[in-house]
């Protein structure tokens, strides 16, 4: 596959795949997905490749989750919601290396999922982190909620989702969400380090032990394909087009009047 999308490049057992869409702060449109499930499955696959780490292009965001200019009712590309989010949730899942997300900004939305899914976090002090479905119109019914509960706890969870507020990185930290925060000038060199110390490993035992980690929480996979079922019928509502309709006229969401309506 070409990538417009999406940066790859391998060095020293090290795969990198980088959403690069900076001007929208990496937010992933329906080709996005697809060259990250291409992606993951490349590095996945290779013997030569000890760890995966996802990364956001520039200095603004890691991600910030689909591209609202793409969500008309449905998104832009194949899957239950127009997004193939679940097959790139499951890749990340499946493959038999860790997979380490570099946070240096905003992990927003499905940036939040992404970060949460992979199997360790390493963030700048400069990370923000957060939800905004229910501000949006959306919510992710799957690993995004049931996952997020089992990594920071249920009444966490649920401020996280029902709040929508913005954590810092040392926030997040205290929370479980990440695993470590540093400078924002010692972020690639903190990665650098714990991708070398994953790489001394043996590459089985890693596999074994990531299995076994989602073998308890595979169940949630169930719980998303409901949910997105779900979702799929929730974004063909006005009470769900009112959150893009909001953030396009740059106004507060009246979710609550256009219920009324439908």
Known sequence: MTYEDVLYSV????????????????????????????????????????VIVLAG????????????????????????VGLPVEDMQGIIRDVPKPVIARVQGYAIGGGNVLATICDLTIA????????????????????????????????????????????????ALAMGLV??????????????RWCAEICERSPTAISIAKRSFNADSDNIRGISGLGMQALSLYYDTDESREGVNALTEKRKPRFRE???KD
Not at 156 to 161: D, G, T, V
Not at 179 to 192: G, M, Y
């Open 57 to 80: 292009a520039g200095d603004r965001a890691f991600c910030t989750g689909g591209d609202q200019s793409t969500h008309d009712g449905q998104y832009d590309s194949r899957g239950m």
């Open 124 to 171: 700048s002090e400069k990370a923000i982190f957060g939800q905004v479905g229910p501000k949006m119109g959306s919510v992710d019914p799957g690993f995004g909620t049931a996952y997020l509960a089992r990594v920071v706890g249920e009444k966490k969870a649920r401020e996280i989702w029902y709040l929508c507020r913005r954590y810092t990185a040392q926030e």
């Open 179 to 192: 695993n470590t925060v540093v400078p924002h000038d010692e972020l690639d060199a903190e990665v650098a």
């Open 258 to 260: 256009v219920m009324k």
């Open 11 to 50: 060095a020293d057992g090290v795969a990198h795949i980088t959403i690069n869409r900076p001007k929208v702060m990496n937010a992933f449109r329906g080709r996005t997905c697809i060259e990250l499930i291409d992606a993951f499955n490349r590095a996945g696959w290779d013997k030569s490749i000890g």
